[in-house]
């Protein structure tokens, strides 16, 4: 199916009823329960779901694939940003142009870093990301303002000339993005008992890309040029040796990564037309590489579940505060209440960073394979149990 084997088929099935049943899925609880602090079938965390999953499985194909760490990734996510903000600014608010713009651009953009930085390889590879990633934060911030416009950030005015289209609505405001009509901040709310589902436009677009995006990586890890990739990874002077020029194919991986980015950086200002230099520091490359070892780097659907973890712990755990936990353990006596709100509040509002690290850590020592390798482990431990219960009931069933 799709090109597909039966193994890779299922996975994408799989991927794909995730992401569209994500509003059920992710409102486990009754909006009126105490625990829906902990639900996130909301539009906009979902869209920075399927986002940063799309980002993450671009990152996973050089990382992944090539063993070639890039600490430079979040530049692409931020050109990618420009760029669609421009043709927002410039074309008309349909998303479809400013999507493939952010692609082109970051392409081209990885291209050229891609060249000068894969001339070496290692910690030496990734401090050059690094450094170009540094260098573009910092003239979007200072030198190149007239195009970014410095620490304000790149956003929509009345004044944007848009050839294609209006520069205000008629009641004067300025318009927002769609795709032929259909806005993306459009929401269709269902409510069910005590729950409430929230359908948007904006995500299942996103959602469908994520997809699309999702498959291409998975032909590109079962195509002859993914093999070649993982023979990079595993004995790159062995090849060269052979006579075989490695840098076209690692220089192919990191322009097609990049693309990855500037897609998800495109979506974002999409979704939410600003962009800013922010989007380019150090911490969101970081934050891609985070996605990538915690959910199982070199691994298909990893990323997506890096993405989903750690932004699920940022927009949900950053938002429980001291009178939240009052809440939940105000069945305690006042003594024993204000102690343990003591000992937990450092993990959770501000400080939810800490319990990630911690979790982060302790899947690096213990799981080395990430949330995948731990999916991994609870189904060979089911399918041992159940072989030991098939073969007792054999044990215990009388010869005819």
């Known amino acids: ?14 991927v794909a009823a995730l992401t569209l049943f994500a509003p059920f899925i992710l409102n486990p609880f009754p909006t009126d329960s105490g625990l829906a602090q902990f639900n996130a079938g909301y539009p906009d965390l979902m869209q920075r779901f399927v986002i940063f999953g799309i980002f993450a499985v671009g990152f996973n194909i050089l990382f992944g694939l090539t063993g070639y760490l890039s600490f430079g990734h979040a530049a692409f996510l931020g050109v990618g940003s420009y760029s669609a903000v421009w043709m927002f600014k410039l074309l008309s608010m349909n998303v479809i142009p400013a999507i493939i713009l952010s692609v082109i651009v970051a392409g081209l953009f990885a291209l050229l ?13 990734s ?13 979007a911030y200072s030198v190149l303002t007239p195009i970014t416009n410095g620490e304000t950030g790149l956003q ?14 008629a009641d004067g405001s300025i318009p927002v993005t ?61 090849m060269r040796y052979t006579g075989l020029n490695t840098r076209p194919y690692t220089l192919a991986a990191f322009v097609i990564s990049g693309m990855y980015a500037g897609l998800a950086g495109g979506l974002m200002a999409s979704m939410d ?39 699920y712990f940022e927009n949900i755990f950053s938002k429980i505060n001291d009178n ?15 102690f343990v709100v003591f000992i937990i509040h450092p993990f959770i509002g501000k400080g939810w960073h800490l319990t990630l690290g911690i979790l982060f850590m302790l899947v690096v020592i213990y799981l080395p394979g990430g949330l995948v390798e731990g999916g991994q482990r609870i189904s060979r ?3 041992k149990n159940k072989s030991s219960d098939d073969g007792a009931a054999a044990k215990t069933t009388p010869a005819e």
Request: glycine share 10%; aromatic share 14%.
């Open 1 to 14: 199916m799709f090109g597909l084997n039966k193994k890779d088929t299922s996975l994408l099935l799989v």
């Open 113 to 125: 870093i891609g060249f000068v930085s894969l001339r070496r390889s290692g910690i030496y590879f």
């Open 127 to 139: 401090i050059l990301t690094l450094a170009f990633a540094q260098m573009s934060f910092n003239l």
């Open 156 to 169: 929509l005015t009345l004044d944007d000339p848009r050839i294609l289209g209006v520069s205000a609505t």
């Open 178 to 238: 769609s795709l032929f009509g259909l806005e993306m901040r459009s929401t269709y709310e269902m409510a069910v008992g005590g729950w409430n589902f929230q359908f948007s436009a904006g995500y299942y677009l996103c959602a469908i890309i994520m997809l699309v995006s999702f498959y291409i990586a998975v032909r590109i890890f079962r195509s002859p040029f993914g093999l070649m990739l993982r023979a990079v990874k595993c004995n790159q002077n062995r």
């Open 273 to 311: 037309p600003l962009a800013g230099a922010e989007r380019m520091q150090w911490t969101a490359s970081g934050e891609v590489v985070l996605m990538t070892i915690l959910g199982g780097a070199g691994t298909l659907i990893g990323p997506v579940l890096g993405a989903g973890f750690i932004k």
């Open 324 to 338: 939240v936990l009052h809440q939940w353990f105000s069945w305690l006596p006042d003594g024993i209440e204000d």
């Open 381 to 383: 431990l089911f399918k």
